[in-house]
């Protein structure tokens, strides 16, 4: 039977302003409260750590070291065909980010390990009075290793704050596909580019010092009052192939038939394809609707594993 104070942190926390903690060891304290009935608005929020090592362990990859604490939640990989592959699904059953909250991921992808991430819906972020939600990323894929990095997409709600980063380095021979995106939104609510400010950045790091940067900061009440030549789309997103192994015409084609794809939906999504500053290839694109984005996001994805995984697309699962 909860207790009561654990009933007040769980209707503390549905309403944006708990200032309760959860320790590891599931045990919660509570702050001292600044005015009766009203919590102090630079005493909310989390610190919650998911870190994981995924080994390979005969056909198999396993998740061979696991820490977590609220409000992450790990459930056991999913293995969607032949190729070993752990599928695992990124949980925050909270339901989104509130202002303070201090998100972090740090997996290692070991030699020879393949991994897909996933997520069963978008990552929310919610309006804030006082300090910025957080999500730090921290990567590494060892030689051989393969991560696919496909996250549901980003929606930061009127009046939200959000800090992102994610960092990976890549290892000799290793592979990883990565895809990022970002809603204007809750376009239903009339909440297109109406958070309070959103930084972004993503660096990707190879064994041979070559590194690619990332970096937006979008905020709407500038003088300009506009977010950049983004403003009339909804969605905007990132794609990145990084493999040092792979054969310069392999590049090449890849570049080519991804360019072709951006062009498949004139009006519905805009893109373009160059050459990465690390081994690999760079899209950019914007999109009108969610449909669109996921859509356009399975096309490439279905590309790039052709061409330098040799494997078919993945049909995904999100529960």
Known sequence: MPTQQGQRKRTARKSGTSQAKVSSRGTTSTKKRTSPGRFATEQ??????????????????????????????????????????????????????????????????????????????????????????????????????????????????????????????????????????????????????????????????????????????????????????????DYVASFYVVNDAIAPEVWTGLEANIAALLDTKPGAVLGGVSTAPVPGLAVKLVARTAPDLLAMMETLWAAAREAVLKLPPVSLRKY
């Open 44 to 233: 909310v929020g989390r610190v919650g750590e998911l870190k994981l090592t995924y080994t390979k362990l005969d056909y198999r990859t396993v998740i061979s070291h696991s820490y977590f604490t609220t409000p992450w939640k790990l459930l056991p990989p999913i293995y969607l065909d032949d190729t070993g592959s752990a599928y695992t699904l990124l949980v925050n059953p909270s339901g989104g980010l509130v202002g303070g909250d201090h998100l972090s991921i740090d997996m290692i992808v070991e030699q020879g390990a393949h991994v897909l991430i996933s997520a069963p819906s978008a990552n929310r972020v919610y309006q804030t009075e006082g300090p910025a939600s957080e999500q730090h990323v921290t990567i590494a894929v060892e030689p051989g290793a393969i991560l696919e990095w496909f996250p549901e997409h980003t929606i930061p709600f009127a009046g939200s704050r959000f800090r992102q980063s994610l960092r990976a380095t890549v290892a000799p021979g290793a592979t990883l596909l990565l895809w990022d995106a970002l809603a204007s939104g809750r376009m239903a609510r009339g909440e297109r580019w109406a958070f309070t400010d959103l930084e972004n950045e993503i660096q990707i790091t190879t064994a041979s010092g070559s590194a690619l940067l990332e970096r937006y900061v979008l905020d709407p009440a500038t003088d300009l009052g506009v977010v950049g030549l983004a403003e009339e789309w």
